[in-house]
């Protein structure tokens, strides 16, 4: 009686229809990742990852900075001073296992750029971009935009307006 019930075919239908949730197909379960060899195992650091994606997402047209406007304004600081520079990482979180990575990006987007298509075009650069450099498989990419830059709205203006009220107080 124990025969008939262990030749049923239900398992073949369920790894057909989820050919990415079968462990056979999948080269995270299967053990077998660019940065695991019988010579030794890669480890990479999540401040190279948020780097990476952080620069990836920089190359597309219509992302104007990164981070909340309390970060960016801490950042325009930070790049005045002598030997200060720019942090790559900014408005960069990401979340690295030993093959798997998730990558949040927190953007501000120039006027007049279809949000959906840019966060599409982001995530596309960064997936390549992570997965070419690290063999790491990126499992998702969140696109946060907290804020639209306006074409008037440049940092230039603040200092302008500094030097303005100098001169008028004279």
């Given at each position: 009686m124990s025969t008939p019930s262990t030749q049923t075919p239900s398992p073949a239908p369920r790894s057909t229809t989820s050919p990415a949730t079968s462990p056979a197909t999948s080269p995270a379960t299967a053990g077998?990742?660019?940065?695991?060899?019988?010579?030794?195992?890669?480890t990479i650091a999540d401040g190279v990852v948020a780097k990476i994606a952080g620069l990836a997402a920089r190359e597309?047209?219509?992302?104007?900075?990164?981070?909340?406007?309390a970060a960016r304004?801490?950042?325009?600081?930070?790049?005045?001073?002598?030997?200060?520079?720019?942090?790559t990482t900014q408005g960069v979180s990401v979340e690295?296992?030993?093959?798997?990575?998730a990558v949040d990006l927190t953007i501000v987007v120039d006027?007049?750029?279809?949000?959906?298509?840019?966060a599409r075009?982001?995530?596309?650069n960064v997936i390549t971009a992570v997965q070419q450099m690290t063999g790491l498989?990126?499992?998702?990419?969140?696109?946060?935009v907290v804020d639209l830059h306006l074409p008037g709205d440049d940092t230039d203006s603040d200092t302008d307006t500094?030097?303005?009220?100098?001169?008028?107080?004279?």
């Open positions: 077998t990742s660019p940065l695991e060899s019988t010579q030794g195992r890669t597309i047209d219509g992302v104007h900075g990164f981070g909340t406007s304004a801490f950042g325009a600081i930070t790049e005045r001073i002598p030997g200060g520079r720019s942090s690295v296992g030993e093959r798997q990575a006027y007049g750029i279809a949000i959906a298509d840019l075009a982001i995530r596309r498989e990126v499992v998702e990419v969140n696109v946060n500094a030097t303005t009220a100098q001169a008028r107080v004279r």
